[in-house]
Each structure stands twice: as structure tokens, then as C-alpha cells.
């Protein structure tokens, strides 16, 4: 069974900086795009960022020109380096793979990792 793992959660002031990092394992193949999304309490989850197997990205309005997707296909890793965080950016951050024709409610999820930004 696929599976997602994410690192690289925790507390930080705002202004700070944090990298997020998410290894695919087993049977998470056949990917399309991998993405970051994020869930706040009593806020429904929201894309942040999403990058295609082609290099494509596509970012969150709130947080465009702060956080930066990439991946490291060698290693099966995606990877969302956050700048000049807010505390609004305070969430439950969730990795996710879309399957390739599929759509993100299909995706395989990681089961996410707290990031905290203190004011």
C-alpha cells in the first residue's frame, strides 16, 4: 500500500521560515502532481501548492512569492519551503499525490504534520 510520509512541522514566529518535506513509499506510483495542502480549525482544506509531473506549479494567492514547491523525483520526495510565515498560515499541512487521471479526492495522503506560526 502507498503511503505518504511527512516531516518538518512545528512552532515558529511569524517571519520565520520552515521546510516541509513528504517521502512517497510503496505503491504510490503512476503520479500526475503532488501538493501541499492545508487545513486550519473550522477552515476546510485548501490547496497550497501542486506540482505536475511535468514542472508545473500552481500556488494558494495567500501564498504565492513565500512558499516554494519542489521535488526531488530520485528520491520520490516533494518538499514546500515556507517563507515570511504568518500567523494565519497555522495549520494541519497535508501531503497529498494525485494518480495519474484522477482527481485529488483521489490522491494519496500523508497524515499531515502541524505547523504552528507564533505572532
Known amino acids: 500500500q502507498g503511503q505518504l510520509v511527512e516531516s518538518g512541522g512545528g512552532l515558529v514566529q511569524a517571519g520565520g521560515s520552515l521546510r516541509l518535506s513528504c517521502a512517497a513509499s510503496g505503491s504510490v506510483f503512476r503520479i500526475n502532481a503532488m501538493g501541499w495542502f492545508r487545513q486550519a480549525p473550522g477552515k476546510q482544506r485548501e490547496l497550497v501548492a501542486a506540482e505536475t509531473s511535468g514542472g508545473s506549479t500552481n500556488y494558494a494567492d495567500s501564498v504565492k512569492g513565500r512558499f516554494t514547491i519542489s521535488r526531488d523525483n530520485t528520491k520520490n520526495t516533494v518538499y514546500l519551503q515556507m517563507h515570511s510565515l504568518k500567523p494565519e498560515d497555522t495549520a494541519v499541512y497535508y501531503c497529498?499525490?494525485?494518480?495519474?487521471?484522477?482527481?485529488?479526492?483521489?490522491?494519496?495522503w500523508g497524515q499531515g504534520t502541524q505547523v504552528t506560526v507564533s505572532s
Open positions: 497529498a499525490a494525485r494518480p495519474v487521471g484522477r482527481s485529488w479526492s483521489d490522491a494519496y
